[in-house]
Nanobody
Framework: LQLVESGGGSVQPGGSLRLSCSAS????????VAWFRQAPGKEREGVAC????????SYSDSVKGRFTISRDSANKMVYLQMNDLQPEDSAVYYC??????????????????WGKGTQVTVSS
């Protein structure tokens, strides 16, 4: 499984971006998928997670209500819609996946397939 992120860029505070993650080699049908981010000098943190079954969602408190994770019906793409972006959201954003079979669990620590990341910068 290979994951490739796109859609990063620079935006002003209050703006929006939509990140995309393309899967190649396999479909994501039985994979939990997640988005992480890492800012300079900080640890990587999970921001959004979606299970393979029932699309059960979880979000970090820092993005809840502003970010939305989703996947396409073909299970080849994962998205992260980011609204009301703030300077503290600036980071490299990574897409990740973990094979779970048919499961409603999504555990950030289980993620073991990773993309290379896309930069998001929020500044005025």
């Amino acid at each position: 499984l290979q994951l490739v992120e796109s859609g990063g860029g620079s935006v002003q505070p209050g703006g929006s971006l939509r990140l995309s993650c393309s899967a190649s080699g396999l479909t994501l049908t039985f994979y939990a998928v997640a988005w992480f981010r890492q800012a300079p000098g900080k640890e990587r943190e999970g921001v959004a997670c979606m299970s393979s079954y029932n699309n059960r969602l979880s979000y970090s408190d820092s993005v809840k209500g502003r970010f939305t994770i989703s996947r396409d019906s073909a299970n080849k793409m994962v998205y992260l819609q980011m609204n009301d972006l703030q300077p503290e959201d600036s980071a490299v954003y990574y897409c990740a996946a973990h094979w779970t079979g048919q499961s409603n669990r999504c555990v950030w620590a289980d993620m073991d397939d990773w993309g290379k990341g896309t930069q998001v910068t929020v500044s005025s």
